[in-house]
Antibody, heavy 115, light 107 residues
Framework: QVQLQESDPGLVKPSETLSLTCSVSGGSMTSYYWSWIRQPPGKGLEWIGYIYYSGSTNYNPSLKSRVTISVDTSNNQFSLKLSSVTAADTAVYYC?????????WGQGTLVTVSS | DIQMTQSPSTLSASVGDRVTITCRASQSISSWLAWYQQKPGKAPKLLIYMASSLESGVPSRFSGSGSGTEFTLTINSLQPDDFATYYCQHYNSYPWTFGQGTKVEIK
């Protein structure tokens, strides 16, 4: 059974860079796409972007200038960096497997942007 | 961006009811649509993909239909475990977007 687990950065200061890692266990990262999605408290879901195990990426245009997703298949991990964060970036961040439909999800981690 | 609009936003139903949730796309998305169930404090769970394909392990009381711009998620004989929020998501063209959610409450 594939399992995903996000790291827990907790609090990030405005204008800094949010960094998250998703650890994948119970299966290989090879031949799959890996995604990030976020959900502001009490609100709906927003697709951030995905990365293929080989490294090719696709990002939501609304975040593209600030987002970088990378992959480390040797350690079964992929990562999200979101720069110049503001309070609007406060959300639960989820990692998931898939390019289209998302079939396995991490439990999510709340990232709060505050000074 | 393609806008996904779900209706209703909230639905009150009883155990055993047949429930239908609608998702409308602002332009045609063929059958590139998924449905998810989310419970409070939990990650979404994939129920349906390609508009009508049931994800492995999902009970058969869940079904999806539609194509183009109008889609439905139907739950036959609502069970206590089904009270949750449901989201549709398209993957026709970037960026993927989600509906605003439909909360299924106990009547």
């Amino acid at each position: 059974q594939v399992q995903l687990q996000e790291s827990d950065p907790g609090l990030v200061k405005p204008s800094e860079t949010l960094s998250l890692t998703c650890s994948v266990s119970g299966g290989s990262m090879t031949s799959y796409y890996w995604s990030w999605i976020r959900q502001p408290p009490g609100k709906g879901l927003e697709w951030i972007g995905y990365i293929y195990y080989s490294g090719s990426t696709n990002y939501n245009p609304s975040l593209k200038s600030r987002v970088t997703i990378s992959v480390d298949t040797s350690n079964n991990q992929f990562s999200l960096k979101l720069s110049s964060v503001t309070a609007a970036d406060t959300a639960v961040y989820y990692c998931a497997r898939g390019r289209y439909q998302l079939d396995y999800w991490g439990q999510g981690t709340l990232v709060t942007v505050s000074s | 961006d393609i806008q996904m609009t779900q209706s209703p936003s909230t639905l009150s139903a009883s155990v055993g009811d047949r429930v239908t949730i609608t998702c409308r796309a602002s332009q045609s998305i063929s059958s590139w649509l998924a449905w998810y169930q989310q419970k409070p404090g939990k990650a979404p769970k994939l129920l349906i993909y390609m508009a009508s394909s049931l994800e492995s392990g999902v009970p058969s009381r869940f079904s999806g239909s539609g194509s183009g711009t109008e889609f439905t998620l139907t739950i036959n004989s609502l069970q206590p475990d089904d009270f949750a929020t449901y989201y549709c998501q398209h993957y026709n063209s970037y960026p993927w977007t989600f509906g605003q959610g439909t909360k299924v409450e106990i009547k």
